[in-house]
Nanobody, 124 residues
Framework: QVQFVESGGGLVQPGGSLRLSCAAA????????IGWFRQAPGKEREMISC???????RYYAESVQGRFFISRTAGTIVHLQMNNLKPEDTAVYYC??????????????????WGEGTLVNVSS
């Protein structure tokens, strides 16, 4: 069973930056897509950024293009650098993965393993 340790959430003022980190372990496959999702109160969970297992390509939701950047270090540690944060970025952010070869799934429903989430609160 894949397990995640997420960190880096917190309270930040609009325009500020945060860096989320996710350390994953327990993969049974050498190939997996891994990324970050978020869920705001009353809204559906949405994909924010994902790294494909097939070509390492990076996907970003349109709402965070040019502000958020995903990276991977040491194989199974994934970071999400979030810049120029806006109040609408307030949500619980989850790290998730799907084992196997292929692109990032089109929605959160395609991911098989989830972290517990970390709260990001953008407020003045």
């Amino acid at each position: 069973q894949v397990q995640f340790v997420e960190s880096g959430g917190g309270l930040v003022q609009p325009g500020g930056s945060l860096r989320l980190s996710c350390a994953a372990a327990g993969f049974t496959s050498d190939y997996y897509a891994i990324g970050w999702f978020r869920q705001a109160p009353g809204k559906e969970r949405e994909m924010i950024s994902c790294i494909s297992s097939s070509d390492g390509g990076r996907y970003y939701a349109e709402s965070v293009q040019g502000r958020f950047f995903i990276s991977r270090t040491a194989g199974t540690i994934v970071h999400l650098q979030m810049n120029n944060l806006k109040p609408e970025d307030t949500a619980v952010y989850y790290c998730a993965a799907r084992q196997g070869w292929g692109p990032c799934p089109p929605s959160y429903r395609g991911m098989g393993s989830w972290g517990e989430g970390t709260l990001v609160n953008v407020s003045s």
